[in-house]
């Protein structure tokens, strides 16, 4: 886009959302910057908004970094709870077990 303001990123999903012939969107992954936030909550307001995987795992190296160290277990704990659980108990408890 030329320009990431929340005027075209309404433009953008407003478009987004006529070519899915206005299907119901249930969640909405990015990068949680402010403009496009602003734009979902303008256009897709009932549509949870997240934050997608790889700026999750950029968030966690960040204030976590010190948990990724050689021979910790946590970077791999860390992902499995992001792709392999599909039962929610399971992921509830790997998530405890991190935590």
């Known amino acids: 886009m030329y320009d990431e303001i929340a005027e075209s990123f309404e433009w953008l999903f407003e ?3 006529d ?16 403009a496009i936030a602003k734009a979902i909550s303008q256009i ?8 997608c995987t790889f700026h999750l795992m950029q968030n966690a190296l960040k204030h976590l970094g010190y948990l990724f160290k ?15 659980y599909e039962n ?7 998530w405890n077990s991190l935590i």
């Open 88 to 94: 929610e108990h399971e992921l509830i408890e790997a």
């Open 15 to 17: 478009t987004f959302l």
């Open 70 to 84: 050689s021979g910790s277990k946590f970077s791999s704990d860390l992902k499995a709870c992001i792709y392999d």
């Open 19 to 34: 070519a899915m012939s206005v299907k119901k969107i249930i969640s909405f992954l990015t990068d949680q910057d402010q």
């Open 44 to 51: 897709m307001p009932k549509v949870f908004h997240g934050l």
